[in-house]
């Protein structure tokens, strides 16, 4: 008897052989930008304690001392889902790149990364920030993607707690690397 013919055979779904299949694709979909000077620049935020301050001051920063021509601000409902096709389709019109953040958990950063893999794949250059602390889960979402190498980056832990003084500060080192995110600089 073979084993698919034993009745108390159990079959084994693997959820990330998409994923793994999808690999050439996420290659192919590595969007880069050669600055961000006059560019329309989403600001995509998790609802995240201080999330949205930080995106806020990084584009602010990026605006002031980049040349980004204007900020497209969005807000995911749900940090620890996926972006929906239209959240992407919307994204995909509206802007030129994108910042995603703040993961500083550990559902917020592994759907932070798979957010950002999701919205290159559709063409679209994307920076990624999460917390230090996460940058291993950040890591294994990545490569559940099957983009291991995809270049998130990375700010101290926490960020929740951040008076507001801390945020700009915070922000402040986080747009050169968003640049540099979004130009291939990083990679």
């Known amino acids: 008897m073979t084993r698919s013919e034993d009745p108390m055979s159990t079959a084994i779904i693997d959820p990330t052989a998409s994923a793994r299949a999808d690999a050439a694709q996420a290659a192919a979909g590595d969007a880069t930008v050669s600055s961000v000077t006059g560019l329309r620049v989403g600001l995509l935020e ?20 980049h040349g980004a021509g204007s900020l497209v601000r969005r807000t995911k409902p749900q940090f620890a889902m996926p972006l ?23 559902s917020c950063s592994a759907a932070a990364v798979a957010d950002g893999i999701a919205l290159q794949r559709a063409g679209v250059p994307v920076a990624v920030i999460c917390t230090e602390a996460f940058a291993q889960t950040s890591r294994a979402m990545a490569s559940l993607q099957g983009d291991a190498s995809f270049p998130f980056l990375t700010t101290e832990h926490p960020v929740a707690n951040l008076a507001a003084g801390e945020i700009s500060g915070r922000a402040g080192g986080i747009a050169d690397d968003v640049v540099r995110a979004l130009t291939g600089a990083a990679r």
């Open 46 to 65: 998790n609802t995240k304690r201080n999330a949205a301050q930080i995106l806020d001051a990084v584009g602010d920063a990026l605006v002031s001392g």
């Open 84 to 106: 929906s096709e239209e959240q992407i389709e919307d994204l995909v019109a509206a802007c030129d790149a994108v910042v995603v953040g703040v993961g500083d958990c550990g």
